[in-house]
């Protein structure tokens, strides 16, 4: 079996910490969370002390995301404990740390315990500039926030910043989606990232598909998809993933290793991982993850036994999302599954054929045309393996 991470190249493990705590859930948002109580804060924070220090010392973990919920919805001070707990138990500091933070929960004493940390990227989940849009997401705050937010993260002086911006929302036209992009780009962050608004179940806005309040236009999502793209290469900023947009040198190093299958430790409640040959889960419920972790038995949800076909797959599926596509050859002695590069040959040579694809030697990318499908093209690999 062809554990994850072994590879041609140097071996990267990343470590993913789940902050589960949101003052209010957006309509859109099918992440773990929990309103932010006191006692369950501590808690929280114990028992992320015990996992941390079951993360393995003789690796370099090379980069670090905080994500949630809202991690930056902590006070200063638990900031502090939970960035000291994690240093202390790592072998030396990552080369990236990203976090992700609300506009509404941007603080400079938080930035400063951040930076002082070593947090290389902030995150910030904008949304949109325009408040009505805001509204219907369920978002809490509003454009005024972002500016504010934005003027303490500058000056805190972060070496990388992202924005997140959400298209395809009910009632949004093409004009409000290309003045967000021009909006965001004018306040010069490093890294754009920008996701089609999708409806997961058990969230508002599924509720709200059901019922017929809203609906989905496949056709109306590719406009914004192409007009996006078009204008964020005008403006500066360089796809190298589907949703993803950066200046030179400011790809987020986190995620390409996720999508290039390496290894990867989450930690806290609903936290996934990829490590020594598995997947897992930790339990989406607070007091289940936390009474484990207590116990000395960190409970594991969800397991899957990785083998070499299950990863040269998903390098597949994940890589074909990136600009830079899969080199095969690369993949393959990554995880050795001849047999199931063979049986995908069919189907590459036809994503080629019908346009969606190119291919150079061992390297194979999607273009333009591929791109748009992309989730489409996923599925079908993931068939082809199945059947």
Request: charged share 25%; with cysteine.
């Amino acid at each position: 079996m062809n554990k994850a991470g072994e590879s041609a190249v140097d071996p990267v493990l990343s470590v993913y910490c789940h902050v589960p705590f949101c003052a209010s859930t957006c309509d859109f948002c099918a992440f773990y969370q929990e309103k932010p109580r006191r006692g369950d804060l501590d808690r929280y924070l114990a028992a992320m002390d015990t996992e941390f220090a079951l993360l393995p010392k003789d690796r370099v973990v090379d980069t670090v995301f905080w994500g949630g919920g809202t991690p930056g919805l902590l006070a200063a001070k638990d900031l502090e404990r939970l960035g000291r707990s994690l240093l202390d138990n790592l072998k030396q500091p990552p080369s990236e740390w990203t976090i992700e933070m609300a506009p509404s929960a941007v603080k400079e004493d938080k930035l400063a315990v951040l930076r002082d940390l070593g947090v290389t990227r902030i995150s910030m989940g904008v949304q949109s500039f325009h408040p009505e849009l805001l509204e219907s997401l369920g978002r809490l705050h509003r454009p005024n926030q972002i500016y504010t937010a934005w003027e303490r993260v500058q000056a805190a002086g972060f070496p990388q910043t992202n924005l997140d911006l959400m298209f395809a929302i009910p009632n949004q036209s093409i004009e409000q989606w290309e003045a967000d992009i021009r909006e965001a780009a004018r306040l010069g962050p490093t890294h754009l990232s920008t996701y089609c608004l999708t409806f997961e179940e058990d969230t508002a806005l599924y509720v709200k598909l059901s019922q017929g309040k809203v609906s989905i236009d496949e056709e109306r999502e590719l406009q914004f998809y192409e007009r996006g793209w078009e204008l964020l290469a005008e403006l500066g900023y360089a796809q190298y993933e589907v949703s993803n947009f950066a200046k030179p040198d400011a790809a987020c190093l986190h995620n390409v290793n996720t999508w290039r299958m390496q290894e990867w430790i989450g930690c806290g409640p609903s936290a996934a991982s990829q490590y020594e040959g598995q997947r897992y889960q930790r339990p989406s419920n607070l007091d289940e993850w936390a009474k484990g972790m207590e116990a000395g038995l960190p409970p594991r949800t969800e397991c899957v036994d990785l083998d070499a076909s299950i990863l040269l797959a998903d390098a597949l599926v994940f890589g074909l999302r990136m600009n830079a596509g899969c080199d095969l050859d690369l993949i393959a002695k990554q995880f050795p599954a001849p047999d199931v590069l063979a049986q995908l040959e069919p189907l590459l040579s036809r994503l080629a054929r019908e346009g969606l694809a190119e291919r150079e030697g061992s390297k194979i990318r999607l273009t333009h045309e591929g791109r748009l499908v992309c989730d489409a093209i996923g599925s079908s690999i993931l068939e082809t393996i199945a059947d």
